[in-house]
């Protein structure tokens, strides 16, 4: 009896660790395991774009992600999805949203659920803005400890009628008129 109790509890304690790691580590990938160049080909070339639509990088370099149309009939109830294409960090796989993202009545403000990095919906509605068209800050609200709001720096599309060539010093600029979680 005392084997077969032992049995049990291991095979518990596999069942729901694996139910576990199912709920957390996965999350839907609608465009599948797409990079950015595969993002651009498939979806953003030749096409008319909204505004936020394309490829964003954070200016730490820590994740890159592109924000598409949402199509897909998954995360119903959001306008546009960001999706991984790149990052350095091991908590995310390529193809996974980051962001779930609803259109206000402003062009350059959207409301956004954002994963964190255990990968659950965040409980806070958070802002991203873009301050132009190539710059877009979002809005970490309390009690996520960050020193700086994150920065999102576009790269694709360039040249386009939402996009213009980036000019550093601007760039620059604009990045240190962003206040600082710390002033």
Request: aromatic share 12%.
């Amino acid at each position: 009896m005392g084997k077969t109790r032992e049995v049990f509890i291991v095979l518990l304690l596999l069942c729901i660790t694996l139910l576990v790691s199912s709920c957390v580590n996965d999350l839907p990938r609608p465009t599948g395991e797409f990079r950015q160049v595969d993002f651009i080909e498939k979806y953003f070339k030749d096409q008319e774009l909204d505004f936020i639509e394309g490829v964003w990088r954070w200016q730490n370099g820590l994740y890159e992600i592109a924000i598409i149309k949402n199509t897909f009939g998954i995360y119903s109830g959001y306008e546009y999805l960001g999706i991984v294409t790149d990052f350095r960090s091991g908590v995310w796989a390529i193809g996974e949203p980051k962001f779930l993202i609803n259109e206000t009545s402003s062009r350059d403000v959207y409301t956004i659920d954002y994963h964190l990095h255990n990968r659950r919906k965040s409980l806070y509605k958070t802002i991203l803005t873009l301050k132009n068209n190539d710059i877009a800050v979002i809005d970490l609200p309390y009690p996520w400890d960050v020193r700086e709001q994150p920065v999102l720096i576009r790269t694709y599309p360039e040249g386009n009628k939402f996009s213009k060539t980036v000019d550093k010093d601007a760039l620059d600029k604009t990045i240190q008129q962003i206040p600082s979680k710390n002033n």
